[in-house]
Each structure stands twice: as structure tokens, then as C-alpha cells.
């Protein structure tokens, strides 16, 4: 186990340096002029050379680059042109909000989704079943943001059960209650569909080791219906839904933006589309290169569940 | 119930809605329409049903059915565009890595891999914010987050094929690259390559409307399902149908094209059957 984590953490360099690479091109591939950005359209000349000379950015690009790495790797990733603070703290006060609407949404698509996976593989063809087989074809094919517009115009606007938008409530707001209310709509727009491909797959695993002969056997040796579901079935059929939901929180971390967007929750998603409407490079850089190294160090994890699930693949 | 109808009689109705959808974006321009740019700001938010505007108007008083049509152009062309775009970019780089191996392979499978690192939405939002808003730049950075997934069923398929004993056969015969390219490699790639293709304009779709709801794509006042969602959105509590219906346009398109897709892979690649 030890040897199987030092190589992977050894492959995460390389993967680590490549993410921070592209994220640096892509943003300095854009025409916009973070100097003129910051002094505005009426600035002179000699003044917007002398911000492009303290700020690098009439270095030769790899020089850029290693000055911005170099930042980064002390913990320093710019100042905001926009809102003039550090990105750094202002990244990671937003990201909690994901943290928290994300790990939401995954508790409740992983939960909700093996539980119907499971029913579904042992009451196949059942109208549960059928009904799971809709609503994953609608799930793949419904736009989050709209989904989200849809309950909210009903269970705030219509029902007036929860609020609608924000993460606390702007007067006499701030308790958990407060907080679980607010959450209850963006975590379950998220989670929609993430549910129906988790449930689906875990289907078809179940019914795969639910047909296999050491299940039989221990049917056979008159273990009830539950201990053969959840013990022997399930542990078996873990690994390829530990697979999706690696995947799945990759997409949960992407489509946090459009959720965050609809339901004006302050996460590092609204943060970095505002900063891109405000031409706010070190904003977005920072915001996306948090996101994305999130990301990368969840695939990690998950490559550790299956080491530790499955002990054949350390020896892979 | 859908389910209970014939998986492909399901798929007619969809390919039916799919063809439904096209033409009404072909003939948008010769439909006896109101001008979907021109406001009138006395007609704003009427319900549907309102006489002259079956669908009602949006915030500007412009008529929403004329929009919806007018926009399922950019949103269609929009789907099949960056999924073209994707399946180009990717097959030719699969078959560059699978074919010849060797740097080329390292150097074009090392950056699909660190571009799948990024959630890809994400990824695709990064691009946009250095080309700057737009849809012709949201649809070029759809098209790159998109190209990995063809690269490298591509590149498998090619790996899978070029040790085979007729691609071998016809090396032997002297047949230059591009001939054993051209007629034994790519017929294999047909198959699997239009099943993804067909899955993936749907989810290309979802994509660019998910880019234009975020301000990032199409810009106003081009209607586009995407954007009329985002402007429509303040306007939610007094007149939800200005939301309600762009919405219900890309969610019966999409669930119309997979399930084409589906029937496409079921028709190609029975292994690949969905359970």
C-alpha cells in the first residue's frame, strides 16, 4: 500500500505542473491588458509601461511563468485588480462554500443514488425501476441551471418552503437551520443528476454480482436476504461506483458554477465568472488553479479507495 | 409512460422531435415572424397566449416564439458545431498517437490527460475568460475540452487494429501510410466514432447554453436558449414562461438527441446495448 501511494503522489508532479501550465496559457492567451485594466481606458502611455514593467508582464512569457509558479508555490497567488485583496484568501473563504455545496451534493448523489441503484437491481422491472430508468434519461439531458430556476420558482416563490437564493439569510440569519434551509435547493440541483448515473450503474453491478455463484452459495447457506445484499453483493460491486463517483465529483465541482450562479450562492464559481466579467486574470487564475487542483487531488483519493477496496490493483 | 413504448418507436418520436427542431431552425427566417430583436417595451411579459404572440413576450415585449426558433438556430448549430469541432480535432490526433506511437503518442496523450485533470466545464469557462466572451470563443473552447474523449477511443481502437494480420498484410504488399490509413484503419473507427458523436451533441448543446447562462457565450440581444435563460431569470416571480420555456426547449432537444444516440449505438454496437 505504501509503495502504491508513493507512486501515485510521484505521478502527481508531472500532472500537478501541466495543470498549472495550462492554466497559466490559457488566461495569457487573452487580448485584454491587465495593466489597462487596472488603470482604465484614459490611462497615458508612460504610466501603463511602468505598471507592465512592476508587474513582469513585458517578460518573455516562460519568464512570467516561473515568476507566477514561484508565487504559488509560497502560497501566494496575486492581488485581485478588482477587488485589490489578496487572491489567496478571498479564493479560500469562496471555496468553503463550494467545499460545502459540493460534499452536499455528493453525500446526497452517492446515498440516494446506491440506495436506488440497490432497490432497483432487486426489484428489476419494478415500477421503482422503470421510473429510475426515466429519470436518468431526463437527467442526462436536463440543464442544471434550469432545473434549479424550476425548484426554485416552486419551493420558494410558489410553496414558500425555502429560501431562494444566498447562503444565510440577510437579517437575523447566520444558525445552522439558517444555513441547511439555503443549502437544501442548490445541493439537490446539483446532486440531480449525478443520483440517476449512480443509481443506474450501481443497478447494473448488482444484478451482474447478485448473479454470481459465491452469492448462490451463500444464499444457499440460508443467509438472509439483507446480510447477502449488503455484505456480499455490495462490497463486490463497490469498486466500479467508486469509479463513477471519482467521475461524477469531478462534474460536481464544474457544475457547482452553473448552481452557484442560479442560486447566487458565494462560491469560488461565481467568484470566477465575476472575475471574468471584471477581466480579472489573477482572479480567475487563482480560482480556477484551486478548482482544478481540488480535482486532481480527489482522483488521488479515489485511486486509494480502490487500492484499498480491491488489495489486486496495488500489485497492477 | 415512456418506458413502456418500444425502445425504437421511442427513438422515432425522438429522431421526429430532432427533425422538428432542425427545420424550425432552417426555416426560422421565412416564417411569418416578428423581427425576434425588435423590442416594444408596452408588450413586455405578456403570458403566453397573448394575441399575436402565441408564446408570449419576454422583457423587452419581443416575441419569444420568434426568439425560441431564432435561438434554437445558434443553439443547435452551436451542438453540432463544437461536437464537429471535438470529433475532428480528436480523431486525428488519436490516429497520429495510435498509428505512429512514439513522441507523438507521449506528447498527445500526456496533454489529453492533464486537459482531463480539469473538471471540464471549468476548463472550458478558463478559455473563455483568456478569448474573452463570445460564442464563436465559447464554441472553440467547448471544441478543446471536448477533442480528449475522441483522442483516445481513437487512438485504442487504432492500437487494437494496427497489429492486425491484414494491416500487416498490407504493409507487407507495400502500402504506403495514408493508403493503410485511409482503407483499413479508419472503417473501424466509423462505428464507435459515430456513436460518440451522437451521444455528444446533446451534451455539447447543454454545454454552450451553460457557457451562454453564465454570460460567457452568446452575447445580447442574439437570442440564443442559453442567454434568453440568463436574462430571463430576474424576471422569474412576475413571469416564470420567460424562463420555463428556453429551458423546456433545450431539455426536449437533448433528451430527443440521446435518445437518437442511444438507438445509434444499440444499431452499431450491439456489446455496447444499454442495460
Known amino acids: ?316 | 409512460m415512456l418506458y413502456h413504448l418500444d425502445r425504437y418507436r421511442l427513438a422515432a418520436v425522438a429522431l421526429l422531435v430532432v427533425a422538428l427542431a432542425v427545420l424550425a431552425a432552417i426555416m426560422a427566417p421565412g416564417l411569418p415572424l416578428p423581427d425576434p430583436d425588435a423590442v416594444n417595451t408596452a408588450n413586455r411579459l405578456k403570458p403566453p397566449g397573448t394575441p399575436g404572440h402565441p408564446l408570449g413576450t419576454d422583457e423587452f415585449g419581443r416575441d419569444l416564439l420568434s426568439r425560441l426558433l431564432w435561438g434554437a438556430r445558434v443553439s443547435l448549430l452551436a451542438g453540432v458545431g463544437t461536437a464537429a469541432a471535438a470529433m475532428l480535432l480528436g480523431v486525428s490526433l488519436g490516429l497520429l498517437a495510435g498509428f505512429y506511437g512514439g513522441w507523438a503518442e507521449v506528447l498527445i496523450m500526456r496533454f489529453t490527460d492533464i486537459l482531463m485533470a480539469f473538471p471540464f466545464i471549468l476548463l472550458a469557462i478558463a478559455i473563455v475568460a483568456g478569448l474573452g466572451p463570445g460564442l464563436r470563443n465559447a464554441m472553440i473552447a467547448i471544441a478543446i475540452v471536448g477533442f480528449p474523449i475522441y483522442a483516445r477511443l481513437v487512438r485504442g481502437v487504432v492500437l487494437s487494429v494496427r497489429e492486425r494480420e491484414f494491416v500487416e498484410a498490407a504493409r507487407a504488399l507495400g502500402s504506403p501510410d495514408r493508403r493503410i490509413l485511409g482503407r483499413h484503419v479508419l472503417p473501424h473507427l466509423l462505428s464507435p466514432v459515430v456513436v460518440a458523436f451522437s451521444l455528444d451533441v446533446g451534451a455539447k448543446i447543454l454545454t454552450t447554453a451553460g457557457l451562454s447562462f453564465l454570460g460567457l457565450g452568446t452575447q445580447p440581444p442574439t437570442a440564443d436558449w442559453g442567454s434568453m435563460l440568463a436574462t430571463g431569470r430576474q424576471f422569474v416571480i412576475l413571469s416564470p414562461h420567460v424562463v420555463l420555456l428556453p429551458g423546456l426547449a433545450i431539455f426536449v432537444t437533448v433528451l430527443a438527441l440521446n435518445l437518437v444516440g442511444d438507438a445509434v449505438r444499440d444499431l452499431l454496437d450491439p456489446r455496447m446495448r444499454a442495460a
Not at chain 1, 507512486?7 to 500537478?16: M, S, W
Not at chain 1, 485588480?81 to 489578496?86: D, G
Not at chain 1, 443509481?199 to 459465491?214: C, S, V
Request: proline content about 4%; glycine content about 10%.
Open chain 1, 1 to 316: 500500500m505504501t509503495r502504491f501511494l508513493a507512486r501515485r503522489l510521484l505521478q502527481l508532479g508531472p500532472v500537478l505542473l501541466g495543470v498549472s501550465v495550462i492554466v497559466f496559457l490559457v488566461l495569457h492567451l487573452s487580448p485584454g491588458d491587465p495593466a489597462e485594466v487596472m488603470l482604465g481606458a484614459n490611462a497615458n502611455r508612460e504610466d501603463l509601461e511602468r505598471l507592465r514593467h512592476q508587474m513582469g508582464l513585458d517578460q518573455p512569457l516562460h519568464v512570467q511563468y516561473l515568476t507566477w509558479i514561484g508565487h504559488v508555490a509560497r502560497g501566494d497567488l496575486g492581488r485581485s485588480l478588482w477587488m485589490k485583496r489578496p487572491v489567496l484568501g478571498e479564493v479560500l473563504e469562496r471555496f468553503k462554500a463550494t467545499l460545502l455545496l459540493t460534499g452536499s451534493a455528493l453525500f446526497l448523489s452517492t446515498v440516494g443514488g446506491i440506495a436506488l441503484g440497490i432497490v432497483s437491481a432487486t426489484h428489476a422491472n419494478s415500477l421503482l425501476d422503470r421510473l429510475s430508468a426515466v429519470a436518468s434519461l431526463f437527467g442526462a439531458s436536463m440543464p442544471v441551471f434550469w432545473l434549479g430556476l424550476v425548484l426554485m420558482v416552486i419551493f420558494a416563490l410558489w410553496l414558500g418552503w425555502l429560501p431562494a437564493s444566498g447562503m444565510y439569510a440577510p437579517y437575523g440569519g447566520g444558525g445552522l437551520r439558517d444555513l441547511l434551509a439555503h443549502l437544501a435547493l442548490p445541493a439537490v440541483t446539483l446532486a440531480a443528476a449525478s443520483v440517476t448515473i449512480i443509481a443506474r450503474l450501481t443497478r447494473a453491478t448488482m444484478l451482474e454480482t447478485l448473479g454470481q455463484d459465491y452469492v448462490r452459495t451463500a444464499r444457499a447457506k440460508g443467509l438472509g436476504d439483507r446480510v447477502v445484499v449488503w455484505r456480499h453483493a455490495l462490497k463486490n460491486a463497490l469498486i466500479p461506483i467508486v469509479t463513477v463517483v471519482g467521475v461524477q465529483t469531478g462534474y460536481l465541482l464544474g457544475g457547482a458554477v452553473l448552481t452557484e450562479t442560479v442560486f447566487a450562492w458565494p462560491g469560488v464559481g461565481t467568484l470566477v465568472v465575476q472575475g471574468i466579467l471584471a477581466r480579472d486574470v489573477p482572479l480567475v487564475q487563482g480560482g480556477v488553479l484551486v478548482i482544478a487542483v481540488s480535482f486532481v487531488l480527489v482522483n488521488l483519493a479515489v485511486d486509494t479507495l480502490y487500492a484499498w477496496l480491491d488489495p489486486r490493483i496495488k500489485f497492477q
